[in-house]
C-alpha cells in the first residue's frame, strides 16, 4: 500500500485523526443553498425578461447585463457543485494532499472570477436601470454615473487580481507565497467595498422617489420596491463577518463552503432585487389580463341573450348593471359601464384591448384618475 497517498493535506489538530473517507463536511449544505437560491433567481430574471419583451416591449441595456449576472450565477453554482466533491466544504487534514491537483485547485480559485463578474454585471444592471427610470434628473444622473465608472474601475482591478491569483496560486507548496499569502485580507476588502457600493445603491433612490409627486401610499410603495436590496446588504454584511471571523484560519477549505454559501446569497438575491422594480408592472397587467376577458365573456354572453330574445339589435342599446349603473352594449365598442369602463372590440366582438375614458353622463360618479387599460 503506497502510505504517500494517505498523507493529509494538513495535519490534524491535536488529538484528531483523519477521517479520508466519511468526513465532516459543509458541501451537502452548500449545495442546498444553490439549489434553493437560483431557482428563484430564474423566476425573478424570467418574469422581468417577459415583462419587457412582451408587455413593455422595451428591453435595455439594464435587462442585458441582468442576463449576463443570471449567467454568471448559474456559473457559480455549477462550479460549487463541482467543487464540493474535491474538498470544499471539507477539512484540510481530512483531505488528501494528492487529491489537490492544480488543475482542481485552479477551478476552485475561479469561484472568485466568476463572483467579481457576477457582482459586476448585477450592480452595473442597477445602475442601467436608475438612470432609465430617473433620467430627467441631472444631479441624480450624475450620481448614477460617477458611481457606475468608479465601481467598474475598481471590479476590473479585482477581476485582474483574481486571474493572477487563479495562476500563480494554484499549489499547496504557494501557501507561503507573499502574493497568495494576501489573498485572504484583499477578500476582506473586497467584502467591505461590496457592502459600501450595496449601501450606496441602496441610499441613492430614495431622494428622487420622495420627490415623486403622487400620493403618499403609494409613494410608499415604490419606496418599499426599491428597499428590498435591504436585503441583499444584511448578506453582504454576514458575508463580510464570515470572512473576517476566518481570516487567519488555516482550514481554508472548510471555511470557504460558509462564504461561499453566502456569496452564492448575495448574488441571487442581488439579481432578483434588481428585478424587483419590474414586478408591479408585471402583476398589473396579469390583473388587467384577467378583467379584460372577463368583460369580454360578459359582453358577447349579453349580445347572445338579446339576439335570443327576439328583439331588434340596434347600434346600441342600455340595461342596467347588478352594480345598478347602465351598461350600453354597442357593436363596435362593447360594453360600456356607467363608472366609465369599458372594452374596446372589433366589429366582430374580438377583443383588442382595455381601456377607460370620462363618463360624464352620471353626475354621481367621482371624476376618474386612474387609466385602466394598456400599459407603457
Same mark, same amino acid.
Given at each position: 500500500?503506497?502510505?504517500?497517498?494517505?498523507?493529509?493535506?494538513?495535519?490534524?489538530?491535536?488529538?484528531?485523526?483523519?477521517?479520508?473517507?466519511?468526513?465532516?463536511?459543509?458541501?451537502?449544505?452548500?449545495?442546498?443553498?444553490?439549489?434553493?437560491?437560483?431557482?428563484?433567481?430564474?423566476?425573478?430574471?424570467?418574469?422581468?425578461?417577459?415583462?419587457?419583451?412582451?408587455?413593455?416591449?422595451?428591453?435595455?441595456?439594464?435587462?442585458?447585463?441582468?442576463?449576463?449576472?443570471?449567467?454568471?450565477?448559474?456559473?457559480?453554482?455549477?462550479?460549487?457543485?463541482?467543487?464540493?466533491?474535491?474538498?470544499?466544504?471539507?477539512?484540510?487534514?481530512?483531505? /488528501?494532499?494528492?487529491?489537490?491537483?492544480?488543475?482542481?485547485?485552479?477551478?476552485?480559485?475561479?469561484?472568485?472570477?466568476?463572483?467579481?463578474?457576477?457582482?459586476?454585471?448585477?450592480?452595473?444592471?442597477?445602475?442601467?436601470?436608475?438612470?432609465?427610470?430617473?433620467?430627467?434628473?441631472?444631479?441624480?444622473?450624475?450620481?448614477?454615473?460617477?458611481?457606475?465608472?468608479?465601481?467598474?474601475?475598481?471590479?476590473?482591478?479585482?477581476?485582474?487580481?483574481?486571474?493572477?491569483?487563479?495562476?500563480?496560486?494554484?499549489?499547496?507548496?504557494?501557501?507561503?507565497?507573499?502574493?497568495?499569502?494576501?489573498?485572504?485580507?484583499?477578500?476582506?476588502?473586497?467584502?467591505?467595498?461590496?457592502?459600501?457600493?450595496?449601501?450606496?445603491?441602496?441610499?441613492?433612490?430614495?431622494?428622487?422617489?420622495?420627490?415623486?409627486?403622487?400620493?403618499?401610499?403609494?409613494?410608499?410603495?415604490?419606496?418599499?420596491?426599491?428597499?428590498?436590496?435591504?436585503?441583499?446588504?444584511?448578506?453582504?454584511?454576514?458575508?463580510?463577518?464570515?470572512?473576517?471571523?476566518?481570516?487567519?484560519?488555516?482550514?481554508?477549505?472548510?471555511?470557504?463552503?460558509?462564504?461561499?454559501?453566502?456569496?452564492?446569497?448575495?448574488?441571487?438575491?442581488?439579481?432578483?432585487?434588481?428585478? +424587483?422594480?419590474? +414586478?408591479?408592472?408585471?402583476?398589473?397587467?396579469?390583473?388587467?389580463?384577467?378583467?379584460?376577458?372577463?368583460?369580454?365573456? /360578459?359582453?358577447?354572453?349579453?349580445?347572445? /341573450?338579446?339576439?335570443?330574445?327576439?328583439?331588434?339589435?340596434?347600434?346600441?342599446?342600455?340595461?342596467?348593471?347588478?352594480?345598478?349603473?347602465?351598461?350600453?352594449?354597442?357593436?363596435?365598442?362593447?360594453?360600456?359601464?356607467?363608472?366609465?369602463?369599458?372594452? +374596446?372590440?372589433?366589429?366582430?366582438?374580438?377583443?383588442?384591448?382595455? +381601456?377607460?375614458?370620462?363618463?360624464?353622463?352620471?353626475?354621481?360618479?367621482?371624476?376618474?384618475?386612474?387609466?385602466?387599460?394598456?400599459?407603457?
Amino acid at each position: 500500500m503506497d502510505l504517500s497517498k494517505n498523507i493529509p493535506a494538513l495535519p490534524p489538530p491535536d488529538g484528531v485523526q483523519s477521517q479520508f473517507d466519511h468526513p465532516r463536511t459543509l458541501a451537502s449544505s452548500l449545495i442546498a443553498v444553490n439549489a434553493t437560491f437560483l431557482p428563484l433567481m430564474i423566476i425573478a430574471v424570467g418574469t422581468r425578461l417577459y415583462t419587457r419583451t412582451f408587455i413593455a416591449n422595451a428591453l435595455g441595456w439594464d435587462d442585458y447585463t441582468c442576463v449576463g449576472a443570471a449567467l454568471s450565477s448559474t456559473a457559480y453554482a455549477s462550479v460549487c457543485i463541482l467543487v464540493s466533491h474535491w474538498g470544499v466544504g471539507t477539512h484540510l487534514w481530512d483531505i /488528501r494532499a494528492i487529491t489537490l491537483t492544480p488543475p482542481r485547485l485552479r477551478i476552485m480559485s475561479s469561484l472568485s472570477i466568476i463572483y467579481v463578474l457576477g457582482i459586476l454585471f448585477t450592480k452595473i444592471s442597477i445602475f442601467l436601470l436608475y438612470l432609465r427610470i430617473f433620467v430627467v434628473r441631472r444631479n441624480f444622473t450624475a450620481f448614477v454615473k460617477g458611481g457606475m465608472v468608479f465601481f467598474s474601475i475598481y471590479h476590473a482591478a479585482a477581476l485582474g487580481l483574481s486571474i493572477a491569483y487563479l495562476t500563480k496560486c494554484d499549489r499547496p507548496s504557494t501557501v507561503r507565497d507573499s502574493f497568495c499569502a494576501k489573498w485572504q485580507s484583499l477578500d476582506v476588502f473586497q467584502a467591505v467595498m461590496n457592502v459600501s457600493t450595496d449601501t450606496y445603491l441602496l441610499v441613492l433612490p430614495i431622494a428622487p422617489v420622495m420627490q415623486l409627486q403622487i400620493p403618499q401610499g403609494k409613494k410608499l410603495g415604490v419606496l418599499m420596491v426599491f428597499l428590498c436590496g435591504f436585503i441583499a446588504l444584511a448578506v453582504s454584511i454576514a458575508r463580510l463577518i464570515a470572512i473576517g471571523v476566518n481570516l487567519h484560519s488555516p482550514d481554508g477549505l472548510y471555511y470557504a463552503a460558509l462564504s461561499s454559501s453566502l456569496t452564492a446569497v448575495e448574488l441571487n438575491v442581488g439579481i432578483v432585487t434588481a428585478s +424587483m422594480v419590474i +414586478m408591479p408592472q408585471f402583476f398589473t397587467h396579469s390583473k388587467i389580463l384577467h378583467l379584460s376577458t372577463y368583460k369580454a365573456v /360578459r359582453y358577447r354572453f349579453l349580445r347572445r /341573450r338579446t339576439n335570443s330574445s327576439g328583439r331588434q339589435q340596434n347600434p346600441s342599446s342600455k340595461t342596467r348593471s347588478d352594480d345598478g349603473l347602465f351598461v350600453i352594449e354597442t357593436n363596435v365598442l362593447g360594453s360600456i359601464q356607467g363608472d366609465g369602463r369599458f372594452i +374596446m372590440t372589433n366589429v366582430d366582438g374580438s377583443l383588442i384591448r382595455p +381601456m377607460s375614458f370620462q363618463d360624464n353622463t352620471h353626475e354621481h360618479l367621482a371624476p376618474r384618475r386612474d387609466v385602466w387599460g394598456p400599459l407603457v
